[in-house]
């Protein structure tokens, strides 16, 4: 079933399920997860977190600093219509791509601009022209690069704006 859940001024969660849902945050800080379809999550004015789900998600914070949550490398291709690298911030999960990856801010090392890895430790790779962000497990090895993310404004995003979280 495909439903809209609508926040209101306050600091609400909403959660989707198995239909396309649309979810609509409002004027809180609110907690807008996504389920199994293909979402639409739109924070609104306050600091929201927004979960896309396994679906082909799209997410849009709105005002305020967001955090756009990544949960599996391999079922997420969520597209974030309004990423700002002086306010918002893209939370991968550890557990759904990697125990290696450690808390925090990702590593000088672990991110890199183009299209493609350019050594081992490449885990991040950002394709700006295309606005396309990508995670590789192993850098320059066998296995290749998952698109995990469309910015459609191709922001100028850097290391510090991606932070792995557990």
């Not at 296995?143 to 850097?158: D, E």
């Amino acid at each position: 079933m495909n439903n809209q859940l609508l926040g209101n001024g306050g600091n609400d969660i909403l959660l989707g399920l198995g239909g396309n849902d649309r979810l609509l945050g409002g004027d809180g800080n609110d907690v807008l997860q996504g389920g199994n379809g293909n979402d639409r999550l739109i924070g609104g004015k306050g600091d929201d977190r927004l979960i896309g789900g396994s679906g082909r998600d799209v997410l849009a914070g709105g005002k305020g600093k967001d955090r756009f949550v990544i949960l599996q490398a391999k079922k997420s291709r969520d597209t974030i219509k309004d990423f700002n690298p002086a306010d918002d911030t893209i939370q991968i999960s550890r557990q759904g791509f990697g125990r290696d990856l450690n808390r925090g801010k990702i590593k000088s090392h672990q991110f890199v601009l183009g299209s493609r890895a350019t050594d081992s430790r490449d885990r991040f790779i950002y394709d700006r022209s295309a606005g396309v962000l990508f995670f590789d497990p192993d850098g320059v090895g066998g296995a290749s690069a998952i698109q995990v993310a469309k910015l459609s404004n191709r922001p100028n995003l850097g290391r510090t704006d991606i932070a792995i979280v557990l």
